[in-house]
């Protein structure tokens, strides 16, 4: 988390190297693993500015699209449970490898297959390849930034991979978004883009250091320790949050809003991520329990005017736009928070599994809303009624969660 970073450091250093300064290749198989990393996580949200030319090009309603998302996050949650065994078996350089080939394969599909199977078929496999990646990218980064030099914090590791867990996302719809206002082949292109620079990926990785130990741990990746419960809570509703906001945005800007942009779709989620990511990158220096008490008051802020803007006589898209980087920006933050909680206490052998099992619940956090609200608005319910009931439920999950993990932090420090 912010500050200083004692613990960590030296039960990695414990495993490093003795050597006190960097060969080339393991500085530069950092930046390649980071680089990867961003290119499948932007590949997650990809889509998401597309879906109307999809709905358009096969007949789709609201609930087919939910289970084109439903698809992909199963794809996500379920791979994210087994990746610390898959890592044990061919290593932290093996997962990151086949996360890159399955988002090219999938990428392939969705712009080969101009049918609703291929974009279920291409969308499952996408979660696969979301699910290897984020899962193990944030530990391989703690681990190489040790290797490189077993003296420093790994709080800079630690920072990269939580900016691109929650920055990468925006990236994609942003591309997508401009390459479908402005180019041709909408519904190809972007994929085809994405294999270009899943190739470079590949060969980027292969000259990072592989830093785990396949075959030497067992099926659970570590002593099977448990998620803290507060932090799974504030991670869960931080990205229903996010999920909500991100979820619904195309189809009020296209609707409720009246501005149907391809570009200002892809551009808006861009928005909402980055500001996850400024949020991250500002509160450097603030205590956990700012960090995360200021996260806790951007969401519930983003969430009263997400409503309002939608519910107003005349739909404010400024005040849209302005919920949205509200919302964002506490979800980065707590998502930081919450990480440095979980990797501050936990093992070096427990570290794959906690970051898989806060990533599982960060992605069901990001899906149950778009679900649920995709199902409401198949049987009917309208878009501000339906944004309303969610952004009540969110906004009690937010406060409750937030309200526990600070309590939780405020026992931790006079003990």
Known sequence: MAGSDPGPTRDLNAGASDSKKAAPHETSGFWAVAYAFLIVMAVATLPSPLYGLYRIRDDLSPFTITVVYALFAA??????????????????????LASVATMMVAAGLLALWKD??????????????????AGTAITYLVELQVRADPTASVVRARTVGTSITVGALGVGPLIAGCLAQWASWPLTLPYLVFIALG???IAGLMTAPETGSPGRTGPAGGSGRLLPIPAAAATLSAYSAMGLFAG????????????????LS??????????????????TKLRASQVLGLGTLSMLVGLVLLVTSVRLATPNLALFLISGALIGAGSGAVFKGTTGVVLETSAPEDRLAMTSALLIVLYVGLSVPVIGAGIALDQGASAPDTVLVFAILVGIGVALSGW???GRRAKNSQT
């Open 75 to 96: 794809g996500t949650i379920l791979t994210l449970v087994r990746v610390p065994w898959i890592a044990s078996q061919v290593g932290r350089r093996g997962v990151m």
């Open 404 to 406: 526990a993990l600070l």
């Open 116 to 133: 609703l199977p291929g974009l279920l078929a291409g969308r499952l496999l996408t979660g696969v390849a979301v699910g290897l990646s």
């Open 199 to 201: 190739a470079i990926a």
């Open 266 to 283: 892809g551009a808006t989620l861009f928005l909402v991520f980055s500001c996850g990511v400024t949020s991250q990158l500002a509160t």
């Open 248 to 263: 619904l945005s195309g189809l009020f800007l296209a609707t409720t809003l009246g501005h149907p942009s391809h570009a």
